[in-house]
């Protein structure tokens, strides 16, 4: 439905949403004309995270150090993007993947999740090689959050891992599949025939076991 996709790719209502069932977010302002940047910066010193509200890739988003800056940064996402968003800096960088497959009910049919080992380079948003790992405590409040949203299918949801405070803060949710769904694939997990079942009403198998510490190396990348 309409709802539940805008409910996960809008950035700003995803951490409204992550409030009300306990996962943990950084602090985050909508920015409009009602909002006081200067207290903002008072309350949360730089350097700050802006990013459009409707986004993907890491798009438009931008970290800023100072209040010129932050005006800048603002000022050039407002004129494509309505309403961007502010959040606290989590510093650390600690950035976790995890996938879901959640049948009609809001069950977790499949809970994946991996370490990241290697990138082609720094700046490098995906990893080229990655290790499949066991499912950590917090993942169970990201289940919640996604039947708080209402998605049903596979879903992905990055965190950050915050150094000061040792929470997993959400950085946002992936309606769709990732482009490393050829992880599962090689592990013999069929998420798009799992999906295809429930989309038709039939019962699918939870998946509650996979083999840690398989390496996953993307032979084009890597």
Known sequence: DYQVVLNAVDKYRAVQLAGEV???????????????????????????????????GGRGMAIVKNLSELKLHLAKISATHKNPLIQEYVPGGDV???QFVLDRNGEARFVFHKKRVRKLRLTARFCTVSESA??????TNLIELLRRVGWWGACGIETILDPRDGMHKLMEINPRYPPQIWNRMELGINEPLMCLKIAQGEPVETIRDYPPGVLFVSPMDD
């Open 22 to 56: 306990g996962v943990p977010c950084p602090r985050s302002y909508l920015y409009d004309d009602n909002l006081e940047l200067d207290s903002v910066v008072e309350r949360e010193g730089f350097p700050l995270v802006i990013k459009p509200r409707f986004t993907s």
């Open 134 to 139: 066991m499912i950590e405590p917090y993942v």
């Open 96 to 98: 976790s993947s995890v």
